[in-house]
């Protein structure tokens, strides 16, 4: 199946005064799956529809390897594209279905057999054939319409929120059959979600997006473990912002914890200091040098307990502890100490919110 490299180059879309859009740059590199994550409104599946040809583009351009898209029609730039609501025919088989783009590029006979034959196998639905769409799951429904995609051996794969009306077992189902499919197929894809489990268990890469902005591109550990911005800290996983200072590299949290931080030491100012749940470490007294607090619940989730602690100056953090490790069971009440796994708290700029992380 052939594949093709994307080039973004100042991709804008505006509406009236509202920038969908706004100049946004990028790579995306032949065979390679890359996903737009953000919240409702970012302006990712605008995006997308600008890619696939089912938005003109205001300003910038779009490009397919060497060649610029802007002037061409969807129909013509080779795409597969995989809707949240799946879009298959509810009047035509699952087989109809999946050969339904190789009819429209007049491919006939054996051809279009083998061909629509070899999809469903692929999506393991080559049983359901002459079922029609109201006989199937939602799962299966969802099947098709990757085969119908995938069948005409598109050169790009767009996929917009495919798995948001499956429930969530057959998500993570779903989502580890398309990676393993793309793997297979080697085919450049672009996906959109606003779910950040699923950006960060499928993709090569992510580019998370704010108010037409991207806010940072990077691979899923990058992201999480390096966010440019508290934007980004926030809204990939858990994070607990605690107020600080910082001077001459040293950070000080709640004027409370001195921490060793790798942050530019030619910063000197107020920061807010990102901590994840499972980046504290409970002590059950507090000593010097921890920030104190009170647990005000306890959260049994299976392999750790979630607990929220109420710090000294009012504020409710998340601090996770795993059972394989707990010496102890603590109880809502119990006064304890909260240090940090040092290398993997991040900082900011808390007038900016920008990284100030070296």
Wanted: charged fraction near 25%.
């Amino acid at each position: 199946m052939s594949s093709q490299s994307v080039k973004i180059d100042g991709a804008t879309k505006v509406y009236g005064d509202f920038k969908a859009c706004d100049h946004v740059s990028l790579d995306i590199q032949k065979g390679e799956f890359f996903t737009l994550l953000g919240p409702s409104g970012c302006g990712k599946t605008t995006l997308l529809r600008m890619i696939a040809g089912f938005n003109t583009i205001d300003d910038g351009k779009i490009f397919f390897g060497e060649r610029e898209l802007n002037s061409i029609p969807a129909h013509l730039r080779n795409i597969g594209m995989v809707f949240q609501n799946y879009a298959i025919f509810p009047h035509l088989s699952v087989k109809d279905n999946v050969a339904y783009g190789l009819k429209a590029r007049k491919i006939k006979g054996e051809k279009l057999e083998s061909a629509a034959r070899e999809a469903m196998e692929m999506m393991q639905i080559e049983m359901l054939a002459d079922r029609m769409p109201g006989q199937l799951s939602g799962g299966q429904q969802q099947r098709v319409a990757l085969a119908r995609a995938i069948v005409i051996e598109p050169d790009i794969l767009l996929m917009d929120e495919p798995l948001c009306n499956l429930d969530a077992k057959l998500r993570v189902t779903m989502r580890t059959s398309i990676k393993k499919l793309q793997r297979k197929l080697g085919i450049t894809t672009i996906y959109v979600t606003h779910d950040q489990e699923e950006a960060l268990s499928i993709s090569d890469r992510i580019a998370v997006m704010r108010a037409g902005k991207v806010m940072q591109i990077g691979g899923p550990r990058e992201i999480y473990d390096n966010p440019a911005n508290m934007f980004v800290a926030n809204f990939i996983g858990t994070s607990c912002f605690l107020d600080g200072t910082a001077k001459n590299g040293k950070v000080r949290i709640l004027d409370a914890a001195d921490v060793n931080a790798r942050v530019d030491p030619a910063f000197a100012g107020k920061v807010k200091v990102s901590v994840r749940p499972e980046h504290f470490i409970i002590e059950s007294k507090p000593t010097d040098g921890a920030i104190c607090g009170t647990i005000t619940l306890a959260t049994f989730l299976g392999d750790f307990i979630c607990y929220e602690i109420q710090l000294s100056n009012g504020q409710i953090i998340e601090a996770n502890e795993y059972t394989d490790r707990m010496r102890i069971v603590r109880s809502v009440g119990d006064e304890v100490g909260l240090r940090f796994v040092e290398e993997r708290i991040n900082v900011f700029d808390a007038e900016t919110e920008e990284s100030i992380m070296q």
